[in-house]
């Protein structure tokens, strides 16, 4: 059983920053690719950003240079840095898990940026 736990959203003013953790209760947790999605009201989710099993990240090209996700494979946490977040940056977070095809999801956490 996979289970994720986000953390680290709320409420930002436009050009503020925050920080998500998500912590994984896995055996391995370094077998997993970790990526972020982010789920807009009436918007489909989308892929914010990656990080492979060896460290190897990729970020939509809308919050490139802003983002930042990272992975501590003690901790068994993946982190997503925002930066100079928008308006546009609101919706719910959620943390993805893959290994084998198969992938697991948090529950989510909101982040919303005034302008």
């Known amino acids: 059983q996979v289970q994720l736990v986000e953390s680290g959203g709320g409420l930002v003013q436009a050009g503020g920053s925050l920080r998500l953790s998500c912590a994984a209760s896995v055996t391995i947790f370094s077998r997993y690719a970790m990526a972020w999605y982010r789920q807009a009201p009436g918007k489909q989710r989308e892929m914010v950003a990656i990080i492979s099993s060896g460290g190897t990240t990729n970020l939509v090209d809308s919050v490139k240079g802003r983002f930042t996700i990272s992975r501590d494979n003690i901790k068994k946490t993946v982190y997503l840095q925002m930066n100079s977040l928008k308006p546009e940056d609101t919706a719910v977070y959620y943390c993805?898990?893959?290994?084998?095809?198969?992938?697991?999801w948090g529950q989510g956490t909101q982040v919303t940026v005034s302008s």
């Open positions: 993805n898990a893959k290994l084998g095809g198969y992938n697991y």
